[in-house]
């Protein structure tokens, strides 16, 4: 993801200054990567189209109705990779309004092509860190679900400070939920599962859907990390929680 350095952070409904941002520590890296002749080719004819530049956004909530063309419920997820998974999910749910956020280029680029071959109308792209789009462009209670698959799991100890799934993170995430919206994690890495299952159960706007965790849906396809996961003996995890009504 892009990060930005703003030297102040406002509330996106009301504009009240919530002064200087505390995050120092990002998620991701950002990784290098040439796209390739079909990648490029497919990002010129379709990124003014279908994405948007997350630091490049003008002030307040992002306009999805004028993006997307119409009013539907808005499903964010966060750290699409190389769209095989997002093409498919949103492919399956057409009544959504599905954004997709990721900081690799080429990832991007490759989920316009998946999304020309497959003719996703429903689709649109967000280059940047997920946390600057949900602090000053996503407005409170406006997502009905967010969507977390495989999120770096920084397996060193060291790096744990890095992982994107904290308690502020999810106070976030959850105050951008509609009441009784969703947010969907995955992850096969035993430890992190455990981190994001405390973390969740102790933000008070979330509550629980399943005893621990959820049963694994058919709908989610399996991707190359959950393929990748299996091969070496790791089991997948699933979380889902869902905003508590007011």
């Known amino acids: 993801m892009t990060s930005t350095d ?60 004028s993006w997307f063309g119409r009013r539907a419920p808005v499903l964010l997820e966060i750290g699409s990779g190389m769209g095989e998974t997002t ?20 990832g991007l680029a490759q989920l316009i092509l998946r999304a020309e071959a497959m ?18 462009h996503i407005a409170p209670g406006s997502l009905a679900a967010v969507r977390i698959y495989f999120p770096d799991p920084w397996p060193k100890k060291k790096h744990h400070k ?12 959850a105050s951008r939920l509609v009441p009784g919206g969703t947010v969907h994690l995955a992850t096969d890495w035993e430890h992190y599962a455990e981190q994001m299952l405390e973390v969740l159960t102790a933000e008070p706007l979330l509550r629980n859907q399943h005893d621990g965790w959820a049963p694994r849906p058919d709908w989610r396809p399996v991707t190359k990390f959950e393929s990748r996961a299996q091969d070496e003996g790791r089991i997948s995890r699933d979380l889902l929680f869902e905003r508590v009504k007011d």
């Open 162 to 173: 890095r992982r994107l799934v904290q308690p502020e993170f999810i106070a976030l995430v």
């Open 119 to 136: 003719e996703l109308t429903n689709l649109r792209l967000l280059r940047g860190d997920a946390v600057v789009l949900l602090t000053e």
């Open 6 to 65: 703003p030297t102040t952070a406002t509330d996106p409904v009301t504009g009240a200054d919530q002064g200087p941002p505390k995050r120092t520590v990002v998620s991701f890296v950002h990784r290098g990567g040439r796209m390739t002749v079909g990648q490029v080719r497919a990002w010129d004819r379709r990124w003014p189209e279908l994405g948007k530049q997350v630091g490049e956004l003008p002030a307040g909530p992002l306009d999805t109705d």
């Open 87 to 106: 093409s498919r999910l949103a492919q399956a749910a057409p009544e959504l309004n599905y954004l997709a956020v990721e900081v690799y280029e080429p």
